[in-house]
């Protein structure tokens, strides 16, 4: 089967325009207390970072080293939720669409590694001593939005 570049074009932009039409978002923002691991995913941006730090003779030095590469896994254990709110604005509406969107404050402990087995720089804030790992609790804030059926 052959397609003209005109048919591609067509089929790529219904593509494009379809998934915009799902109306919903969302995003989730850990660190820890210091802000030394940052974690990050959803729309708006993913990715770890971590916290390298020098002394020099003018004090510390903290350098934010981010991800570029892809080269960090991160495994979570999840801890307590602090808080917890969703909304739905079908309820009590005669709608027959409404937008649901929720907000979420947990704990997460995390473990970040390297892919490709290379070790940490020491000065990596919470690199454990064999320099094979990062680990840290998290306080996470996630939130979003999406449409919905209201289901009249």
Request: proline share 1%.
């Amino acid at each position: 089967m052959k397609l003209s570049i005109t048919s591609i074009a067509a089929l790529v932009a219904g593509l494009f325009i379809t998934t915009q039409a799902q109306a919903s978002f969302f995003q989730t923002y850990c660190s820890n207390a210091e802000a030394t691991v940052q974690t990050a995913g959803g729309h708006l941006k993913s990715g770890i970072t971590l916290t390298h730090r020098d002394y020099t003779d003018e004090g510390k030095v903290d350098t934010k080293v981010e991800d570029t590469t892809h080269n960090l896994t991160l495994t979570s254990e999840d801890g307590p939720v602090i808080e917890s709110r969703n909304t739905n604005s079908c309820e009590g509406s005669n709608e027959t669409h409404g937008i649901a969107s929720w907000h979420k404050t947990y704990v997460e402990k995390v473990t970040i590694t390297k892919r490709d087995d290379t070790l940490f720089d020491k000065r990596i804030l919470g690199v454990s001593q064999d320099q094979k790992s990062v680990t840290a609790a998290l306080i996470c804030e996630e939130f979003g939005n999406s449409q919905v059926f209201c289901g009249r």
